[in-house]
């Protein structure tokens, strides 16, 4: 898994870079195996004039055909990185299962327990 973070309009410190691919790592580790690319998207809308201005943009790129996007804003850019990466992480298994369901119920099978996600 190949994660990308990208900032514009925000002062970029060490801290905030590592924090960003650390919480990805971490909230996406399960699902490594399954997922190609994560890009992070980092941005100050209106500048230094302050309030809920900063967003995030989370984009995973799936292993099999698929995209997740998640685009979330607030005041403060670690909670809005958190809670992207929370959303990212619940929408990609909710995918993934999705798609295993759909293969299962072609074959005309019963999804064994085993197979879920969650």
Excluded: W
Excluded at 48 to 69: A, I, N, R
Aim: with cysteine.
């Amino acid at each position: 898994m190949h994660i990308d973070v990208q900032f514009r309009g925000v002062d970029v410190s060490p801290a905030l870079r590592e924090h960003a691919e650390r919480r990805a790592r971490f909230t996406l580790a399960r699902l490594g195996g399954r997922i190609a690319r994560v890009s992070i998207s980092l941005v100050d809308i209106n500048g230094p004039k302050g309030g809920e201005d900063k967003s995030c943009t989370v984009q995973v790129s799936l292993q099999q055909p698929g995209v997740v996007v998640i685009e979330e804003q607030g005041a403060d850019l670690y909670q809005v990185l958190d809670r992207s990466l929370a959303r990212a992480g619940r929408t990609v298994v909710r995918r993934i299962e999705r798609q295993a369901r759909q293969r299962y119920a072609a074959r005309g099978e019963r999804m064994p327990a085993e197979a879920e996600l969650a």
